[in-house]
């Protein structure tokens, strides 16, 4: 049986917030024991208590159990978090059990065997000591060239090899469509996903946390878009869009002032983006952006606050995370409200939101992030190939080939992927 379930704000709400250690612990037991009965290898479900037991870990944890109830032995499949990361969060020693775990699974398909395999060595690239690497001031990265050589070799090697089986497998399915798409059975949320009066709550204190940094900051994206269009937030919305540049931005600074926000703030994670560019045959450069692109802020209300970094090249800025980029012109800022509290925002509101979403004054119920705007990228990592790579087959499963051809294209126009005697292969 196929299960799809909608996100609930309450949900994400409850799973985000903070929790004291006198409920922290006990509540990471629960979830690895869950975990392990779910089907987990054992020493994923022992680092799966060591993550819970963190104070922004029990929500990756959740999402691990619903991807072992997809996986293991229970008769479901729950599509609803198809996109998941296993990788994220994950020891190398259970990373190991699990890649070895999946190769033996006769529940799951052959793409799922080999994309998550591949999540699972890409997490483990992402993960290499870039402490001792050369560092570009210029553009903020340090850069590690790996070689036959080098243990991280083989890590790679498996990586591309994954990616190009699951890429194998959509390409055999894109010439033979499936007949019948794969039916879910969708579970729908019944209440708005946005409580406002804690939006606004949250933006009130961003400003606050803001101020005490000395940061000029300026709301983005949807967040913006709800400003101009309707004056307040959109209704439809799950948190908070903000940026600051990158020449304003220290993590370390940020660190400190959310330690000092008297529990108002904690950060869930920090998005690092890892590059992956071939160099020769025996030689791929890895190379990390020294400050996080993107760091999620979780407001005491369980409300996130996604604080993108923006970096400048030539007259173009961009933002993004491990997975896409947007690239805007530049623009200065000015004066937006959303319920009482004055923000900044792009003060050329029409170019920047017709760069973002086209015909962005009449409302959409469906807007796909990864390939809708005109204005999308994809970042050259890891992560980005096996989600994109899983967002195509997802589609293919819906039966919607032309969606897939989409995606497929975009991937081959921006160099990711080419296609050789008709089978898709990772650049």
């Not at 699990?98 to 799951?108: G, P």
């Not at 055999?172 to 946005?194: E, G, L, R």
């Not at 204190?205 to 400003?227: F, H, K, R």
Request: aromatic fraction near 12%; glycine fraction near 6%; hydrophobic fraction near 40%.
């Amino acid at each position: 049986m196929n299960i799809e379930v909608e996100k609930s704000y309450r949900l994400l709400r409850f799973l985000n917030k903070p929790r004291h250690p006198l409920l922290r612990y006990p509540l990471a037991l629960l979830s690895g024991i869950g975990v392990w009965m779910l089907g987990a290898p054992l020493a994923v479900a022992v680092d799966s208590i060591k993550l819970a037991s963190r104070s922004n870990g029990l929500k990756i944890v959740v999402r691990r159990g619903i991807w072992f109830a997809h996986t293991g032995w229970l008769p479901v499949s729950t599509r609803s978090d198809f996109f998941f990361d296993i990788s994220e969060e994950m020891s190398t020693k259970a990373a190991d059990c699990l890649i070895a775990w999946l190769a033996d699974n006769r529940r799951i398909t052959d793409f799922e065997r080999h994309i998550w395999q591949a999540d699972l060595h890409g997490g483990k690239l992402e993960k290499a000591d870039f402490s001792e690497c050369d560092n570009d001031r210029e553009t903020s990265t340090s850069s590690l060239v790996i070689s036959p050589q080098d243990s991280l070799w083989q890590y790679d090697k498996s990586f591309c090899a994954s990616v190009n089986h699951a890429l194998s497998i959509i390409s055999a399915d894109m010439d033979n469509p499936t007949a019948a798409p794969v039916v879910a059975h969708k579970f729908q949320k019944s209440a708005q996903s946005f409580d406002k009066n804690d939006a606004y709550r949250t933006i009130k204190d961003c400003d606050s946390l803001m101020g005490s940094l000395e940061w000029p900051w300026y709301v983005i994206s949807g967040t913006l878009l709800g400003a101009v269009r309707e004056q307040d937030f959109l209704g439809h919305d799950y948190d908070i869009d903000i940026g600051v540049d990158v020449k304003d931005f220290d993590i370390k600074q940020l660190r400190d002032a959310v330690a000092g926000s008297n529990n108002t703030w904690f950060i869930k994670s920090e998005s690092y983006c890892t590059f992956r560019e071939v160099v020769s045959e025996r030689a791929v450069r890895y190379s990390r952006l020294t400050q996080p692109i993107l760091v999620k802020l979780v407001h005491h209300t369980g409300l996130v606050a996604d604080l993108f970094v923006h970096v400048q090249e030539g007259s173009v800025v961009w933002h993004g995370s491990a997975i896409h980029r947007w690239d805007n012109s530049e623009f200065s800022l000015t004066d937006y409200t959303l319920g009482s509290q004055v923000v900044k925002g792009a003060a050329d509101a029409d170019r920047y939101l017709t760069e973002n979403y086209g015909d962005w004054r009449t409302p959409v119920t469906r807007f796909d992030c990864s390939i809708d705007p005109p204005n999308i990228r994809y970042s050259r990592t890891a992560r980005s190939i096996t989600y994109l790579s899983k967002v195509i087959y997802r589609y293919l499963l819906d039966g919607d080939v032309e969606k897939a051809r989409q995606y497929l294209s975009a991937l081959e126009s921006d160099g990711m992927i080419l296609k050789q005697d008709g089978v898709y292969r990772y650049c």
